[in-house]
């Protein structure tokens, strides 16, 4: 069973910075020929949930949403499996319940796992 826990939403002011994480845990993170996509996503209030940005574990460049390209950057620390959220010049509108989000593409169908969303608001 995959795991992901999310932590370090808030509140910011506009313009100001914020570093999301996500701890993740189980059988797919332990060995080394799993793959899989890990991705955030945003969801606010009234709206749809959205793809932020994403991460393959073939070791490819995060790819992220043009709403975000140039202030948010996703990262990685392999050995302690956290996916971090790095955001920057944060906007009002990037106000959030911000999850992450894990596909295995080792089962048939995909299995996909969500973290339980932290909440991030940007106001003055």
């Known amino acids: 069973q995959v795991q992901l826990v999310e932590s370090g939403g808030g509140l910011v002011q506009p313009g100001g910075s914020l570093r999301l994480s996500c701890a993740a845990s189980?059988?797919?993170?332990?060995?080394?020929?799993?793959?899989?996509?890990m991705s955030w996503h945003r969801q606010a209030p009234g709206k749809q949930r959205e793809l932020v940005a994403s991460?393959?574990?073939?070791?490819?460049?995060?790819n992220y949403s043009d709403f975000v390209k140039g202030r948010f950057i996703l990262s990685r620390d392999i050995a302690n499996n956290t996916m971090y959220l790095q955001m920057n010049t944060l906007k009002s509108e990037d106000t959030a319940v911000y999850y992450c989000?894990?596909?295995?593409?080792?089962?048939?169908?995909?299995?996909?796992?969500w973290g339980q969303g932290t909440q991030v608001t940007v106001s003055s």
């Open positions: 989000k894990t596909v295995d593409f080792g089962t048939n169908p995909h299995t996909e796992y």
């Open positions: 189980g059988r797919l993170f332990e060995t080394g020929h799993s793959i899989y996509v």
């Open positions: 991460i393959s574990s073939l070791g490819t460049r995060p």
